[in-house]
């Protein structure tokens, strides 16, 4: 009787592993798959797609890159909605791209970290301008201050408006893009949501939850999909250091490697969500560095920053 239960139970655990073996094997073959696709996509990339007729949402268009955003996509053909908390800034971009000849811009004032306006202005646009399909979540503040000298309103300001207000924002519009299955996501996260910085430790942090809510999200719909690929693309953006006076006195060593126009900040912005790339670096180079970096000591990630004079400096 026990002997029997024994045989059994080899039987069961060879079939056991005969399966797991079989799974290992399809999951390496298909990792080889993967490297190979990525590598001609390298140097192939997709064409960029066209966004002629889509509605692009973008938050914080009253200034810097948003603004930037709000007039290449128009540009482009695409229908605007610029969303700020500062109306007199959003009202010149959305007058500054009818003045190009382009009517198809539309303003809101809304203070995305205000949860019961973000839903308001949101069936607002329902109503009067349609499905947004392009969503870029990018209004954001970078206070600079000494850990210590942060105040707790500083820095639940600094969560409200970096890491909450997406959150509010991506229930408004999602259910509606999960609904057609078709959309794409935009957040600009920020170099600082890779590496950590003196002097901006709450936007850092700000910055990395961008990162990590973009990731879960878009995993979390892949796996609600059964693993199929779903027509809601993600694009996350890790800027480095923009000439839009957000960072009051940046530190940096080569000007021109580190310190980026805002044209070229937004060329790369629209390029890779054209493109579908998940996360892109501005300029691109510094996620590779950082990819480097973190597989050697952590010493030498200090070198290489001290070597670059990295960082940004508190304002006075
Ligand atoms: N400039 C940089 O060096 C840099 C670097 C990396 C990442 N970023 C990120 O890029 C994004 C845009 O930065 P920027 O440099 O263009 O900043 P900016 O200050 O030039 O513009 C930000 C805009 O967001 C708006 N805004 C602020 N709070 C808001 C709120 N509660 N509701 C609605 N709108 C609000 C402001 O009114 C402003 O018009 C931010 O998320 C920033 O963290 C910037
Ligand atoms: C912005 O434009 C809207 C609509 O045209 C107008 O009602 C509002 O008064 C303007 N606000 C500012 C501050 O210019
Ligand atoms: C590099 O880091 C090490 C360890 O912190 C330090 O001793 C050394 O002086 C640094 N080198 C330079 C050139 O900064």
């Not at 797991?20 to 696709?37: A, M, P, R």
């Not at 010149?92 to 203070?111: F, L, M, P, W």
């Not at 953006?237 to 980026?260: A, D, H």
Request: aromatic letters at 8%; one cysteine or more.
């Amino acid at each position: 009787m026990t002997m029997k239960i024994v045989i059994l139970f080899e039987k069961i655990m060879i079939k056991t592993y005969a399966v797991i073996l079989i799974d290992v094997l399809l999951l390496l073959s298909s990792i080889i798959c993967n490297i190979i696709k990525e590598i001609y996509k390298l140097c192939m990339p997709d064409a960029e797609k066209s966004v002629t007729g889509e509605v692009v949402l973008i938050t914080g268009t009253g200034h810097g890159i948003g603004k930037g955003l709000a007039l290449k996509y128009a540009s482009l053909g695409a229908t605007v909605v610029c969303w700020d908390i500062n109306e007199q800034g959003n009202n010149e971009t959305v007058e500054e791209i009818k003045q190009n000849g382009v009517s198809r811009a539309h303003g809101y004032r809304c203070d995305v970290s205000n949860r019961e306006e973000v839903i308001e202005t949101a069936k607002k646009v329902k109503k009067e301008v349609g499905d947004v399909t392009i969503l870029i979540n990018n209004a954001g503040i970078m206070p600079t201050y000494h850990f210590m000298d942060h105040t707790p309103e500083h820095i639940k300001r600094i969560f409200d408006i970096n890491v909450l207000a997406h959150h509010w924002i991506l229930q408004a519009f999602l259910p509606n893009m999960i609904q057609n299955n078709y959309g794409h996501i935009v957040s600009i996260s920020s170099m600082a949501g890779i590496f950590g910085l003196p002097n901006i430790v709450p936007y850092c942090s700000s910055k990395f939850a961008v990162r990590g809510l973009m990731e879960a999200l878009c995993e979390e719909l892949r796996v609600q999909n059964g693993g199929k690929p779903l027509n809601i693309k993600f694009t996350t953006i890790y800027p480095y250091m923009v000439e839009t006076g957000l960072c009051k006195k940046p530190l940096y060593r080569f000007q021109s490697l580190q310190l980026i126009s805002i044209k070229e900040a937004v060329d790369a912005i629209v390029k890779a969500q054209r493109r579908n790339i998940r996360e892109v670096s501005i300029p691109s180079y510094w996620l590779y560095i950082n990819s480097l970096l973190r597989c050697l000591p952590r010493s030498c990630a200090e070198n290489a920053s001290d070597f670059l004079k990295i960082g940004v400096d508190v304002a006075d």
